[in-house]
């Protein structure tokens, strides 16, 4: 079992479809391990995605992060989910995006693309501990 982390980010949490993108995923038989709603402040995303620091999107993609409204914190669980949840979210650029994902189905443009997820195990194991305590995440 594998854990991954995800955010239902804030152009979806916008338009009510949290309930959709969750379904998607009990769907495909990730656990729910943790979840909470969080606004994200300005310092809490830069840290999130420091190791885009360097990126020409890192500033606005940030102040969307944090300015853009609440998002959904996940912690997923299933047997590769780090790499499962990225097929189910599809391509960054939605329009690269497979049919049947959820960026394809939901997301605006490349930078509100709907969810996030870990790219790697180190990664993974930073996000959520990055948002999560160890009692939060329940098996
Ligand atoms: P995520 O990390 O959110 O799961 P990803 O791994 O597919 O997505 P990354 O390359 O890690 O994509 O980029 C992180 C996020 O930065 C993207 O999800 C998107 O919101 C934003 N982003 C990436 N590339 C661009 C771009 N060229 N222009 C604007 N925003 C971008
Ligand atoms: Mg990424």
């Known amino acids: 079992m594998e ?3 995800a955010i239902i980010k804030p ?5 009510n479809l949290i309930g959709k993108i969750l379904e998607r995923i009990e769907s ?10 969080a606004r994200l402040t300005l310092e809490q995303a830069e840290g999130f995605y420091h190791v885009h620091k360097e990126r020409p999107f890192f500033k ?6 944090s300015a853009g409204g609440p998002v959904v914190l996940l912690v997923l669980e299933k047997d ?5 949840w990225r097929e189910l979210m599809g391509a960054t650029n939605p ?6 994902t959820i ?3 939901f997301a605006v443009d490349i930078e509100k693309n709907s969810v996030h997820g870990s790219d790697s195990p180190e990664n993974a194991a930073f996000e959520i501990s990055y948002f999560f305590s160890q009692t939060e995440i329940l098996s």
């Open 103 to 105: 960026r394809k189905e």
């Open 11 to 15: 152009d979806a949490v916008e338009r």
């Open 95 to 100: 329009k690269d995006a497979a049919d049947g």
């Open 28 to 37: 495909k038989g990730f656990r729910i391990a943790a979840m909470k709603r």
């Open 3 to 5: 854990r991954t982390f």
């Open 60 to 65: 606005d993609l940030t102040t969307y992060m």
């Open 80 to 84: 590769n989910a780090i790499t499962g």
